[in-house]
């Protein structure tokens, strides 16, 4: 497995693990997410352009 692909599954962990679904995470909004959702589709695009 290249390092790009093992990045890839743990930005998308990390979006799974950052969602506003728990009691103690709510007031928090959708902040965490949408900026780990930005770098998530960031990497993504430079995995395609071959950049990584």
Request: glycine share 12%.
């Amino acid at each position: 497995m290249s390092v790009s692909t093992l990045l890839l599954i743990f930005l998308f962990l990390v979006l799974i693990g950052v969602l506003p679904t728990w009691p103690h995470s709510r007031a928090w909004g959708y902040y965490p997410s949408g900026g780990t959702g930005i770098l998530l589709i960031v990497i993504i695009l430079l995995i395609l352009n071959g950049r990584i």
